[in-house]
């Protein structure tokens, strides 16, 4: 069972943070808890996600949500300006990235996930928590969408992961954000946590801003290469062979 993975993993968490750090954590997870008040914290092995496509959900992880302290210290840093931006979550699962985002300056928020359910999720954590702060921005969407052949807007530029999907669909996803960046020429970034595809971005033109390991999970904010990016041919768009 996943639930008992997970137990078992924060426990011997616990003993490599020591216990202050781990009190600061989960201070700030229930901070985060009481102003969204929103269902993310469950976990949903890969094999139980509601894909239908076996190709599809061979190249899934499954539904693990971020600490919002990650989140913090990752979003909340100074390595890059949002104001005004327009932020992807590939893989947003139940929403816990997108509320966060939405506390922030952002011009709008997207969330694209493969599994209805979770889409339906999202769309009901962030329904209920704007309604319930009066909040109108940043304006959001959830697609419910492959992320290979999600069509990436050309005015997106801060891409959000928290390894949703293996190296064969990470691959053609950063192929379509380099494609619509030559379409349209913009500065981006990816807010990569957990970056096991790290060495995949920096092939494709990404340099790495930013590191941090913040108890034993560690992300990576990468910053497009648009000089590099616009020099080279552009790659095909869609799902590989």
């Known amino acids: 069972m996943p639930q008992l993975g997970a137990i078992r ?3 011997a968490a616990v003993f490599r943070r020591g216990l202050w750090r781990t009190a600061h954590m989960a201070l700030v997870e229930s901070w985060f808890h009481l102003i969204f008040r929103s269902n993310t914290q469950f976990l949903v092995a890969r094999q139980d996600l509601d894909i239908t496509d076996d190709d599809d959900k061979i190249h899934a992880i499954g539904h693990y949500p971020v600490r919002y302290y990650h989140l913090a210290l990752a979003l909340d840093g100074t390595e890059f300006a949002c104001r005004g931006r327009v932020f992807v979550d590939f893989g947003c699962g139940a929403g816990r990235a997108i509320l966060f985002a939405s506390r922030l300056p952002l011009n709008r928020i997207i969330g694209v996930d493969i599994s209805p359910s979770l889409c339906q999720t999202t769309r009901t954590n962030l329904e209920q928590y704007y309604k319930r702060r009066e909040k109108t921005v940043p304006s959001w969407e959830v697609v419910e969408s492959n992320a290979r052949t999600y069509q990436i807007p050309d005015d997106a530029d801060i891409f959000y992961f928290y390894h949703p999907f293996d190296e064969v669909v990470m691959n053609d996803v950063i192929d379509n954000i380099v494609n619509s960046v030559r379409r349209t020429p913009r500065d981006c970034v990816i807010v990569y ?15 790495p801003l930013s590191h941090r390991t913040a108890g034993f999970q560690y992300f990576t904010i990468f910053k497009m290469d648009t000089q590099v990016v616009l020099a080279e041919k552009a790659a095909p768009a869609g799902p590989s062979r």
């Open 9 to 11: 993993d924060e426990l």
């Open 193 to 207: 946590m957990n970056p096991v595809c790290a060495d995949l971005l920096i092939a494709k033109g990404f340099r």
